[in-house]
């Protein structure tokens, strides 16, 4: 059976993105800046743009509910 093999493959693929992904972020903390703030900016760039927008509209809604 060739499955085993393909989960395999999946999974070291995987381990690999997230290896980058800790390199990656271990750069932009060493350069200075907040690892939770880029991770958000990611999360925004990558959706859609429409979404994005109707994200900020709730946000600014709660945020004027709250009196921020």
């Not at 070291?12 to 980058?20: F, K, N």
């Not at 390199?23 to 959706?47: C, N, P, Q, S, W």
């Amino acid at each position: 059976l060739h499955y085993p093999l393909r989960r395999q493959r999946q999974m070291c693929i995987r381990d690999r993105a997230q290896e980058e992904r800790k390199e990656v972020y271990a750069e932009v903390k060493a350069m200075g800046f907040d690892t939770a703030i880029v991770r958000k900016i990611v999360k925004l760039r990558a959706m859609d743009p429409a979404e994005r927008h109707e994200a900020d509209i709730m946000l600014d809604l709660y945020r004027s509910a709250a009196g921020i």
